[in-house]
């Protein structure tokens, strides 16, 4: 038996074979990194965008009236109750290797946690962008009247109220579109990437 000749024909079978498909599988993991650290940073603006908006508000809660001040502070709650549970999701994302589990498997993990950070807006969005018109009136009507039980006896407030409501179908609409643009192109590639370790 020719040990040298043995050496050399599974030096070959490794270069051929495994080294082709570790070099191959790399390439692809490269890949799903840098697609998801695109991802990771659009959602870490989108989690910071929540923070640039609710703490102008709290500021304004802070001087404002009685009435005014406990509007404020509900929404400012609020807000941070939705970017907390973002927040919860965005650190279930790997992007270092983990040895316990596939990369199939860490990517299936990250596109889930992906699109619950985008469901939790979504809900948060179907929920408050209808008050958005109401409370503004409102927020502005407490500061011109100072109480609740002031705005609440002008004339027409609930039509008011009930007429701004219709203008948070524009909000959702308008999430809806800006979430699309900015995520629907990563999140198709992600699941691409998923479907070529099948």
């Known amino acids: 038996m020719d040990l040298q000749q043995e050496w050399q024909n599974m030096s070959a079978e490794m270069i051929n074979s495994e080294q082709s498909a570790q070099v191959s599988k790399f390439n692809l993991d490269v890949q799903s990194k840098d697609l998801l650290q695109d991802l990771m940073f659009k959602l870490k603006w989108k989690l910071r965008w929540v923070r640039i ?12 009236d009685r009435d005014l001040k406990i509007l404020l502070l509900g929404i400012f709650v609020l807000y941070e109750a939705s970017r907390w549970f973002g927040v919860k999701e965005f650190q279930k994302i790997k992007t270092v290797v983990d040895y316990t589990s596939s990369t199939k498997e860490l990517l299936e993990s990250n596109l889930t946690a992906i699109n619950r950070i985008l469901s939790i807006e979504n809900i948060w969005g179907y929920i408050t962008a209808p008050l958005a018109g109401p409370i503004g009136f409102l927020c502005y009507q407490l500061s ?15 039509l008011h109220l009930g007429l701004l409501a219709p203008l948070g179908i524009l909000v959702i609409l308008f999430g809806n579109l800006m979430n699309r643009s900015i995520f629907k192109k990563q999140i198709e590639s992600l699941k691409r990437k998923i479907s070529e370790f099948n």
Do not use: G
Not at 54 to 63: G, H, Q, R, T, V
Not at 144 to 158: D, G, M, Q, R, T
């Open 53 to 64: 908006i609710d703490l102008p508000i709290l500021a304004l809660a802070l001087f404002a």
């Open 144 to 158: 011109v009247h100072k109480s609740f039980a002031n705005v609440f006896e002008l004339p027409n407030i609930y």
